[in-house]
C-alpha cells in the first residue's frame, strides 16, 4: 500500500478541502503517513495573500528536495495557486508531477494513481454540492469540526482575489449541510464550526437565511459556532437567537477590516463606522464574545485614518483580533489605488495596532478571574504540567485556551474550571467538578 501526506496551508476552509480529499485517498486504498514517509506528498495551497503564497512556494520546493532525497516520488500541488497561477507554476516549477485546482479535488485519486487528467475551471453548482457530501478525513481532535456551509464570494471587496480564485457564492442545500452535521455528531463530534467566505450570506441564492439553518443545527446536542459574519448581515433576529439558543456558542467572528468610511468605501465594504460600533454595542450587550481581523496601511489609509482606527479598538474593545497589512494584488482594484503605504510603515502599524487589541483581550481575560467557567478538555501541555481547554468564548488555533490542574479528565468532555489567573491570551484555573456535557 502506497502512503500518502497532505501539507496544508492557509484558511479553515482549505482544512476541509483537505479532508476531502483524504477521504478519497483513503477509499482508494491509499495509507496516510508522515511526509518524511510518505510515496506521494500533496500541498494544498492558499494564494490570498503574498506571504501565504510564498508559504506555499516554500513548502513545494522543500518537498521537492524530498523527491531526490527521501522516499517520495511524486508531488502534487493541488488548491488556490494552482487554480490562479497553473500556467505559470508548470514552468517554474517542472518536479511538480500535477497540478489540480479548488474545482478538481475530485481528480485527487487519478493525479495519484498516474492516470491523465482533465483541467477545469468549472464551478458548477451540482459538482460543487457532490463534492462537499464525498465524504471526510478529520484532521482536528475528534470532537471538534469544521463545516462549510457555502463555496466562494459575491462581496467584491476591492482587496480580494477570493472571488477569483472560489468563484461566485454557491449555499450548501440546508439538507446536506444537516446531513454531514448529523453523521459528524453520530461520530463524536461536540463542536461544530461554521464556515464559508461569507457565513452570513447562506442561503441568499437558494431562497435560506443562516437563521433558518442555526435553528436546525441548534437541535444536534453539539455546540455550534460562527465565523466570518459581515457586519451588515448581522441582524438583530441573529443576535437573538445566538444569545437565546444553548447550543450556539455566544461568540461571533466579524471581519470589519477598519472602521473609517473612507477606507471602508476604499474597500467596498458595505458598512459604516457607526453602524460598526452599534452592532458591537449590541453583541456585547447580550453576552456575545466578538472576533474581528483590522487590515492596516491600505492605500489611502494615512495617519489620520491609522489613528482613527486604532482609537475605536480602543473604545469598541474587541475580545479578540487579527491584524494584518494590506497586500498588494495584481488585478484586484486596491492595487490601482493612490496612496500605497511603504512596508515599513504597514509593519509599524500592525505592531502598534497589535499592542492595542492584545490590551483589550488582556482586559477582557481579566474580567474572567474568578469566575467559574465550562471548559472542553482537549489536550495536555507537559511542558506546563497542565491539561489544555477551550471556553465556548475560544475558537480553536486563534483565540488562546485555557490551562488548568486537575484529574481523570477525558479528551472532549466538558470541565467546570475556576480561572485563579490570567496572560494577555491566555487563562490559568483548576478543574471544580466534572461539567455536563453539551445536551
Excluded: W
Amino acid at each position: 500500500m502506497k502512503n500518502v501526506a497532505v501539507i496544508s496551508l492557509g484558511c479553515d476552509k482549505n482544512r476541509i478541502d483537505t479532508e476531502r480529499l483524504l477521504y478519497r485517498l483513503v477509499n482508494a486504498g491509499y495509507g496516510v503517513s508522515d511526509v518524511g514517509d510518505a510515496d506521494i506528498i500533496i500541498v494544498n495551497t492558499c494564494a490570498f495573500i503574498e506571504s501565504a503564497r510564498q508559504e506555499s512556494i516554500d513548502n513545494i520546493l522543500n518537498c521537492a528536495e524530498l523527491k531526490k532525497t527521501g522516499k517520495c516520488k511524486k508531488l502534487i500541488v493541488t488548491g488556490c495557486l494552482p487554480q490562479k497561477y497553473r500556467n505559470e507554476l508548470k514552468k517554474a516549477l517542472p518536479e511538480v508531477d500535477a497540478f489540480l485546482g479548488t474545482f478538481e479535488y475530485e481528480n485527487i485519486v487519478a493525479a495519484a494513481d498516474d492516470e491523465p487528467v482533465c483541467e477545469t475551471d468549472n464551478d458548477d453548482y451540482e459538482k460543487f454540492c457532490a463534492a462537499e457530501n464525498c465524504g471526510r478525513l478529520l484532521t482536528t481532535y475528534p470532537h471538534v469540526a469544521y463545516l462549510k456551509i457555502a463555496e466562494g464570494c459575491d462581496n467584491k471587496c476591492t482587496f480580494c482575489t477570493i472571488p477569483g480564485i472560489r468563484g461566485a457564492y454557491r449555499s450548501r442545500p440546508i439538507e446536506d449541510i444537516v446531513g454531514e452535521a448529523e453523521k459528524l455528531v453520530a461520530d463524536g463530534v461536540k463542536e461544530l464550526i461554521l464556515v464559508a467566505q461569507d457565513v452570513s450570506r447562506y442561503g441568499a441564492d437558494i431562497g435560506g437565511s443562516l437563521v433558518e439553518l442555526l435553528k436546525k443545527l441548534s437541535r444536534l446536542p453539539a455546540l455550534t459556532r460562527l465565523l466570518y459574519c459581515y457586519p451588515e448581515r448581522v441582524t438583530d433576529e441573529l443576535i437573538g437567537l445566538i444569545a437565546t439558543t444553548p447550543n450556539i456558542a455566544n461568540y461571533i467572528d466579524v471581519p470589519i477590516q477598519h472602521c473609517s468610511d473612507k477606507i471602508l468605501k476604499l474597500m467596498n465594504r458595505h458598512t459604516t463606522k457607526a453602524e460598526i460600533e452599534t452592532l458591537i454595542g449590541k453583541l456585547h450587550d447580550k453576552g456575545i464574545a466578538v472576533r474581528t481581523t483590522l487590515m492596516v496601511g491600505f492605500p489611502g489609509e494615512t495617519d489620520t485614518e491609522f489613528e482613527e482606527l486604532c482609537e475605536f479598538v480602543r473604545q469598541v474593545k474587541p475580545e479578540y483580533a487579527g491584524v494584518f497589512a494590506y497586500s498588494k494584488e495584481d488585478g484586484t482594484p486596491a492595487a490601482r489605488l493612490p496612496g500605497h503605504v511603504t512596508k515599513s510603515v504597514k509593519a509599524g502599524r500592525v505592531k502598534t495596532l497589535g499592542k492595542i487589541c492584545t490590551a483589550s483581550t488582556r482586559e477582557f481575560n481579566e474580567k474572567q478571574v474568578g469566575k467559574t467557567l465550562r471548559v472542553i478538555y482537549e489536550d495536555a501541555d507537559f511542558d506546563k504540567n497542565k491539561f489544555v481547554g477551550r471556553t465556548e468564548f475560544q475558537n480553536p488555533d486563534v483565540d488562546g485556551v485555557v490551562y488548568f490542574t486537575g484529574t481523570d479528565v477525558e479528551v472532549g468532555r466538558v470541565y467546570d474550571v475556576k480561572i485563579t489567573k490570567c496572560g494577555n491570551y491566555d487563562l490559568y484555573g483548576r478543574l471544580v467538578r466534572c461539567g455536563k456535557e453539551n445536551q
